[in-house]
């Protein structure tokens, strides 16, 4: 059974730069497509972009002056850094795995509280 | 950007009825469309995928239509299990956008 699990600081200040992990346990990231995906408060879900194995990424043009993914296959695991955040970057940051169809998520974290502030 | 506007934002129901989320795209998806339900303080779980496809392990009384624009969730006789929101999100192109979720509260 394949797992994600977020990890990262969970206090920004603002202008800093957010930087959260995924790791994942029970399967490969050799394969498959990895997200990011970002709920604020009480609001609706935020697709940040994907990774592949192969180091080939998509961001949400939104944020694609800010944001960066990247993919550690010896650790299994694939990272986010936002930069320059503000208090609107204050969300659950969730990553997920791209299954079969890519777009389409099969496996998703817990996800971690980011909270930006001084 | 494809938008994706859902209503109503929120409803409420009893346990037993049938309610209807309805999902609309800015521009065509085929059946690109898949429908999450999320509980507080979890991650979002996939119901139905292209449009009308029941997740394995879902129960039956969840089931998805539509194509192109318009598509509807409907749950069938609700379980106290049901209340929760739901989003719906294409996957047609990038960036992957969701709708703004429905929750769905107990009368």
């Known amino acids: 059974q394949v797992q994600l699990q977020e990890s990262g600081p969970g206090l920004v200040k603002p202008s800093e730069t957010l930087s959260l992990t995924c790791t994942v346990s029970g399967g490969s990231i050799s394969a498959n497509y990895w997200t990011w995906i970002r709920q604020p408060p009480g609001k609706g879900l935020e697709w940040i972009g994907y990774?592949?194995?192969?180091?080939?990424?998509n961001y949400n043009p939104s944020l694609k002056s800010r944001v960066s993914i990247s993919v550690d296959t010896s650790r299994n695991q694939f990272s986010l850094k936002l930069r320059s955040v503000t208090a609107a970057d204050t969300a659950v940051y969730y990553c997920a795995r791209d299954g079969d169809t890519v777009g389409l998520f099969d496996y998703w974290g817990q996800g971690t509280v980011v909270t930006v502030c001084s | 950007d494809i938008q994706m506007t859902q209503s109503p934002s929120s409803l409420s129901a009893s346990v037993g009825d049938t309610i209807t989320i309805t999902c609309r795209a800015s521009?065509?998806?085929?059946?690109?469309l898949t429908w999450y339900q999320q509980k507080p303080e979890k991650a979002p779980k996939s119901l139905i995928y292209a449009a009308s496809n029941l997740q394995s392990g879902v129960p039956s009384r969840f089931s998805g239509s539509g194509s192109g624009t318009d598509f509807t969730l409907t749950i069938s006789s609700l379980q106290p299990e049901d209340f929760a929101t739901y989003y719906c999100q294409q996957y047609n192109s990038y960036p992957l956008t969701f709708g703004g979720g429905t929750k769905v509260e107990i009368k």
């Open positions: 990774v592949h194995y192969s180091g080939t990424t």
């Open positions: 521009q065509g998806i085929n059946s690109w």
